[in-house]
């Protein structure tokens, strides 16, 4: 059934840079950006064009060749600053690996600097929602950490610290609060106002803010993040091979008023001190300690940078601006296909009026990009309401040519609050064994242990959205001559069904022209072939407990 006519917010030019562009991707349809986007073929020709005629050496080096390395450094240090919309006057950007290692920069900093508090500790809370990497800074801690159940509970702790039970034992000590702009997982988008309530607080002027921006940047304009230096977070980590497919580089974007705190840490690599003793009393001299004759970034970018990397970065940001214009530019167009994409998958229903996809989300208003980004989480299922597993999703659609990702997509608290877990059940997962990647159980005790996620980016096209309705649509739907009857019983998950996602109750085609009207799909439950005792019947979940329950899963 075609959906469109009119296409308010897409770009269309997309499809013939489709052709110039990527023509590597013409043997599928790829659905993982938020694993990777797609390189363009100009951004490659460029970053070989100046790798064959120029000569660049090791930045730390002062004969010519390393002049030219260190005068591109800079320069596409700033360029890239200016890109994301951050002022270079109040920002600075350290060059990473990847928004892992940013993550662990600031984790370090803050666990050295704790040795010196009067308990020897930091208190670090995080959002549910975040992504593994974020979790994992909580073993830095000593058990001072805690996990926030949702958006409410943090603007609670926000509004009155003095009273909220985080598992702080000094609210004015140091403290870092870490939370994801985007969930990797569902795509939800969390709200960026939380660093301005943070810095406003009485309570929390030692407790900083780390912002997870890894999937948010792919299709957002982070000028909405950077703009007001007041409101902006501390620290913001971004993966840039999100953005641009290629170099695979990362960020880390620091607020100057709060830079200084990074150059406390313990460890130093080369080209970040400007003395070591090594005979004698051991003593060295941070280069992020002696501003203004250095800069930040230079205390803390251990070894020699990756710069033909971040030549590559500089001509990446030329042909993306060239390409498309502006981050609004892509928002808009991935808003529409991502409406696109769960108005279809919504559409698509059994004989029997059962939905194929249940679709994990906790926004209702899935157009508005400010809450929502361009991924979506969901399972399939069959007509008699089991579930297939996401293995085999993912598996029959490689085959079909169509790449997206499955698993526990690294966010376990995210994954298992929709899937409506209990601690127990993730400990029952380990026991079965379960683990996180492509050799983990799909389903156990008819309750599947991970998603299907498919995600879109800037040179996502109308056709890729279509191909893969038209894939779940022929390989997953059921008809009644398909399949002997049944007798059924509805299980219902609370929990679950209160993450799982079809239509607003209110929904209506009116605004949507480019849609055909069609009735409101019924409000989508569990359905099983029968209702046995070991189903269970999930109550609201703790999720601070639960986390406790996954400390060993990864």
Same mark, same amino acid.
């Given at each position: ?40 073929? %100009? ?66 900093? $803050? ?127 971004? /993966? ?66 990756? $710069? ?19 981050? /609004? ?44 980004? /361009?991924?979506?989480? $969901? ?51 380990? %026991? ?123």
């Amino acid at each position: 059934m075609p959906l469109i006519t009119m296409s308010k917010g897409y770009n269309s030019e997309v499809e013939a840079l489709r052709q110039k562009e990527y023509p590597h991707m013409n043997d599928g349809v790829y659905l993982d950006h938020s694993g990777a986007t797609i390189y363009a073929k %100009s951004t490659v020709d460029a970053f070989c064009a100046k790798m064959v005629t120029n000569l660049y050496g090791n930045p730390h080096s002062e004969n010519s060749p390393a002049k030219l390395s260190g005068d591109v450094v800079d320069q596409v240090r700033e360029k890239t600053l200016r890109f994301l919309g951050a002022d270079p006057e109040h920002f600075d950007l350290i060059f990473v690996a990847n928004a892992t290692a940013a993550i662990k920069l600031v984790a370090d900093s $803050f666990r050295d600097l704790s040795e010196k508090t009067s308990d020897r500790r930091f208190w670090y809370g995080y959002h549910k929602d975040a992504h593994t990497s974020i979790v994992g800074v909580r073993e830095l801690t000593y058990g001072q950490s805690y996990c926030f159940r949702g958006d409410q509970e943090v603007e609670r702790w926000l509004h009155s610290p003095e009273t909220s039970f985080v598992n702080r034992y000094h609210p004015g000590g140091l403290g870092l609060f870490a939370y994801p702009g985007q969930s990797n997982m569902s795509g939800r988008r969390l709200p960026l106002e939380w660093p301005g309530m943070l810095r406003q607080s009485e309570y929390l002027q030692n407790t900083y803010t780390l912002l997870d921006a890894a999937a948010l940047a792919m299709t957002f304009p982070m000028e909405n993040v950077f703009r007001d230096v007041d409101q902006a977070p501390d620290f913001t980590c971004l /993966s840039l091979y999100k953005i641009f497919g290629f170099p695979d580089i990362g960020a880390l974007i620091v607020r100057r008023e709060s830079g200084h705190i990074l150059t406390l840490r313990k460890y130093f690599g080369g080209g970040t001190v400007s003395m070591v003793a090594t005979f004698g009393e051991n003593w060295h001299r941070s280069k992020g300690l002696q501003a203004p004759t250095y800069k930040l970034h230079e205390g803390l970018e251990d070894g020699t940078l990756p $710069f033909h990397s971040i030549l590559a970065l500089g001509e990446a940001i030329d042909v993306h601006k060239k390409l498309y214009g502006s981050m /609004s530019r892509i928002s808009d167009h991935t808003s529409y296909l991502t409406s696109r994409l769960i108005r279809g998958m919504a559409m698509l229903r059994h004989s029997n009026g059962r939905s194929l996809c249940r679709i994990y989300n906790e926004n209702t208003d899935f157009e508005d990009s400010t809450k929502q980004g /361009s991924a979506i989480s $969901f399972n399939v299922l069959r007509a008699n309401g089991h579930h297939v597993p996401y293995s085999d999703v993912e598996r029959s659609a490689n085959s079909a040519g169509i790449y997206i990702r499955s698993g526990g997509v690294c966010n376990p608290g995210g994954i298992f609050t929709a899937l409506g877990y209990e601690p127990w059940m993730t400990e029952r997962a380990l %026991s079965a064994g379960h683990h996180c990647g492509s050799h983990g159980i799909s389903i156990i005790h008819r309750l599947p242990t991970g998603i299907v996620r498919a995600s879109l980016g800037a040179m996502s096209t109308k056709q890729d959205v279509d191909t893969f309705l038209d894939f779940l649509r022929t390989t997953f739907l059921e008809d009644d001559k398909d399949r002997s009857a049944t007798t059924r019983s509805t299980v219902r998950s609370p929990r679950a069904e209160s993450f799982a996602f079809d239509l607003p109750t209110d929904y209506t085609t009116s605004n949507f022209p480019d849609v055909r009207e069609v009735p409101r799909p019924r409000p989508m439950l569990h359905h099983f072939s029968t209702a046995p005792d070991s189903t269970p019947r999930i109550p609201p979940l703790a999720m601070h407990d639960m986390v406790h329950g996954l400390a060993t899963v990864k």
